[in-house]
């Protein structure tokens, strides 16, 4: 039974997560919730006490699900160069899907007005650092093994690569043919040295 | 009195535009932009029809004001390298002044839910695919002029340019120090041949 359950939850989760995705923070009502998670009122209480508990519990889940097995392509990759352009190409894989919302939930579901709720933004600024660190560490080892080069700034770099991967996914949003994305990240990875 | 009418109606679209800029464009309420405005109800139905079309006039007022302006420093500038750099500086400037809103009207006022209606849609694609051309033109420029390299790929550079910009805007949200977008902006410039 527990193991059953389990299962319900995460895949009630999911159905909030991609609600939340596709319409926005502000724009999921809690009858949208209850009806796509199909739960009753007092249990959706019960297991997440009000849609701002549960929207960061999605926030979490995102994370878990989404952001970390894209970084696991780069991270198991034993070449950087390789290992970036399979994450780039995993996230147009995503954008050329119909079926799935495009974009970042962070950048799709997080209004400007709801990044000024400090634990919201909180949350949002240690995703936003944790994966620039992420990338630094990445880079570091590919200095160490030589595959880059010494001179790259690595803090600096890193900090590019989550810039520009914040303005792919807010363009994403506008339906734009992902060929020219494609194009555009190879020449921006190789301009970089990476 | 032409004159006068006119600075009021530029005043109070100034204003609109703050507010959808600050809050977002379904987090402004009628109630918040006739208060905002100081005009009456049937003035303002007169005047601007609805809140959409309201909107739509601040996208315009923006382009106009913010856009067109931030543009003309790398326009009027006789070195590409140079236009680029001082518009970026000015970019970063007003991220540093705490009484204006950070980022931009189009990546903060607009949802991804919003980003879904036709005519909006239409409106950013417009003027995102303006910005790339204006980028290309300027690019170009400075290809003919040999200032920049005849092996520069202009419009995938153009397009970079755009995202990176994108994600910078989304970023400048969350109250980072300039500092560092300072200094990834130069080594990303550099990095890029311009």
């Known amino acids: 039974m527990g193991r059953i359950k389990e299962f319900k939850d995460k895949e009630a989760l999911e159905k909030a997560m991609i609600l939340f995705w596709k319409k ?7 009858k949208d919730l209850l009806s796509e998670m199909d739960i009753l009122n007092g249990s959706f ?32 990759c034993p070449n950087f160069k ?51 660190l992420f990338f630094e560490e990445q880079l570091r080892e590919a200095v160490e093994t030589k595959e880059l080069e010494s001179t790259l700034d690595i803090p600096l770099t890193a900090s590019i690569i989550v810039t520009y991967i914040q303005g792919v996914m807010r363009l994403s949003n506008l339906n734009y043919c992902t060929k020219n994305f494609r ?12």
């Open 24 to 30: 926005g923070y502000e724009n999921t009502s809690l």
């Open 45 to 76: 209480y019960n297991s997440y006490g009000n849609k701002k508990n549960l929207f960061m519990k999605t926030l979490d889940f995102y994370a878990d699900e989404v952001t970390a097995k894209r970084g696991a392509l780069l991270a198991d």
């Open 82 to 132: 390789e290992g970036i352009r399979l994450l780039f190409q995993e996230m147009f894989q995503c954008f050329d899907d119909n079926t799935a919302p495009k974009g970042c939930l962070l950048v799709n579901s997080i209004s400007n007005d709801l990044l000024q709720d400090p634990e919201i933004q909180k949350y949002v600024k240690t995703e936003i650092d944790n994966f620039k």
């Open 183 to 194: 194009q555009q990240t190879d020449i921006f990875l190789t301009a970089l040295g990476i």
